[in-house]
């Protein structure tokens, strides 16, 4: 079954670091196209992060600098590490695979989601 | 960035309506847009991809499209089951972005 679990959401406070994981089931997660995207009741859906399947990597200007995304190849895992964490971070946390057509592409497989909230 | 701006922001109708939800983009993306739907605590479901191509398993009452700026999807047939939160997505530029979403509600 394809498949894509996150973990590692929590409470964290504001400047500290966190790191979420995606373990994906039924595909390779290092030959497809990985992401992020975050979801705030105020702010809807918010795209974060990309990771090609090169290698290459994109961020959203709002977390540049401060997250990054990374992968286990030998355990088929997607993270992000988040870092300096602000209130505005709050959010539900997906990773999606980003299913490549040829000359576009989607969020076709999504996980559950993992909540991270920043607060004192 | 590109914008993405969907209408309406939220719509009530009947099982058996025909749905029809709009989405602009504030510059043109050619074919390069996708629509979700999402239920209240799930994640979105990927259901038309590059405009109006049908993601597999999505039923065919649902149909999209558009190009440039313009799109819309399309529900043919209210079903139950599709009383949900809609949005649309460009896929032509990163940062990839969303727009606010479409509450279709029962009437």
């Known amino acids: 079954e394809v498949q894509l679990v996150e973990t590692g959401g929590g409470l964290i406070q504001p400047g500290g670091s966190l790191r979420i994981s995606c373990a994906a089931s039924?595909?390779?997660?290092?030959?497809?196209?990985m992401s992020w995207v975050r979801q705030t009741p105020g702010k809807g859906l918010e795209w974060v992060s990309i990771?090609?399947?090169?290698?290459?990597?994109y961020y959203a200007g709002s977390v540049k600098g401060r997250f990054t995304i990374s992968r286990d190849n030998s355990k088929n895992i997607l993270y992000l590490q988040m870092n300096s964490l602000r209130a505005e971070d709050t959010a539900v946390y997906y990773c999606?695979?980003?299913?490549?057509?040829?000359?576009?592409?989607?969020?076709?497989?999504w996980g559950q989601g993992t909540m991270v909230t920043v607060s004192s | 960035d590109i914008q993405m701006t969907q209408s309406p922001s939220s719509l009530s109708a009947s099982v058996g309506d025909r749905v029809t939800i709009t989405c602009r983009a504030s510059?043109?993306?050619?074919?390069?847009l996708n629509w979700y739907q999402q239920k209240p605590g799930k994640a979105p479901k990927l259901l038309i991809y590059?405009?109006?191509s049908l993601q597999s398993g999505v039923p065919s009452r649902f149909s999209g499209s558009g190009s440039g700026t313009d799109f819309t999807l399309t529900v043919s047939s209210l079903q139950p089951e599709d009383f949900a939160t809609y949005y649309c997505?460009?896929?032509?530029?990163?940062?990839?972005?969303f727009g606010q979403g479409t509450n279709v509600e029962i009437k």
């Open positions: 999606a695979r980003t299913y490549d057509y040829g000359d576009s592409d989607a969020f076709d497989i």
């Open positions: 039924g595909f390779t997660v290092s030959s497809n196209y």
């Open positions: 990771i090609y399947s090169g290698g290459s990597t």
């Open positions: 510059q043109s993306i050619s074919s390069y």
């Open positions: 590059t405009a109006s």
């Open positions: 997505q460009q896929s032509y530029s990163t940062p990839r972005t």
